[in-house]
């Protein structure tokens, strides 16, 4: 860590014009990349100078970029602000590399039934109400996916709600990712308050957000647009 600073003041005394920072924290202990990645923050707003930070760890990229160019094989997959990536990803690389847990992605198909339009879940259906891509005449295979954090427990008279069962629950104190799988349903995973009473077998009751559902095409990977309207 005292390399690491000395090596930041070593470039800062120069006065450059831009600042290039190959994953500057990778080999620092949890508790002091924290630490650095604050000071980090602190002396680019303070210096005011261009940096262009490469890393791996996205807590990094969302915590400090102004700006995040995420990029696969060479290729820039989306380039935008750290909220528009993890709100609107481009493709499925950055729906899966953006995000913790991992944005739940499944196959599924959307269905049309007397002007409502439904994506499958196994043998569930999801109502997506008045759908920008029915109306655009789209069906057939495609691929959805939807945030953690946009999954609700349900009550089991929901006539929405989904039953899956609980095989894994994370606490962490603050929030509880709790892992789901159910009969002819892809596993999902969930993060609710620390106040969840789930436990490990427990069968349990759940909710998709329609309007936070992502759709992507099943061959290029390439997200659709206007998906709720």
């Known amino acids: ?28 202990d949890a508790k002091l990349r924290t630490e650095m990645r604050r ?18 760890d996205q807590t990094e990229a969302m915590t400090m970029g102004t700006r995040i160019a995420v990029i696969s094989g060479g290729v820039l997959q989306q380039f ?17 590399f953006i995000g913790s847990p991992n944005m739940n992605v499944w196959d599924t198909e ?35 996916g939807i945030r953690p954090e946009h999954i609700v427990p349900a009550a089991p008279d929901d006539p929405h709600a989904v039953r899956m069962k609980i095989s894994i629950l994370e606490n962490t104190g603050r929030e509880a990712a709790v892992f789901l799988t159910g009969a002819d ?11 969840f009473s789930g436990r490990a077998g427990q069968e349990v009751y759940i909710r998709l957000k329609p309007e936070k559902i992502h759709l992507f095409n099943t061959e290029t990977g390439c997200a659709y647009g206007d998906v709720y309207v």
């Open 185 to 195: 349903i892809p596993d999902m995973t969930m993060v609710t308050g620390a106040d």
């Open 1 to 28: 860590g005292q390399r690491q600073r000395v090596a930041l003041a070593r470039a800062m005394i120069r006065k450059p014009g831009l600042f290039l920072m190959d994953e500057p924290l990778a080999n620092l």
């Open 110 to 144: 959307l269905i049309s039934n007397n002007g409502q339009h439904y994506l499958t879940l196994g043998n569930a259906r999801i109502p997506m109400g008045k759908s920008g891509l029915a109306a655009r005449g789209l069906q057939g295979p495609i691929k959805a």
């Open 80 to 96: 935008g602000t750290p909220q528009e990536i993890y709100r609107n990803p481009a493709n499925l690389f950055v729906a899966g």
């Open 39 to 56: 000071e980090i923050i602190t002396l680019q707003r303070e210096l005011g100078v261009t940096t262009i930070y490469v890393t791996h």
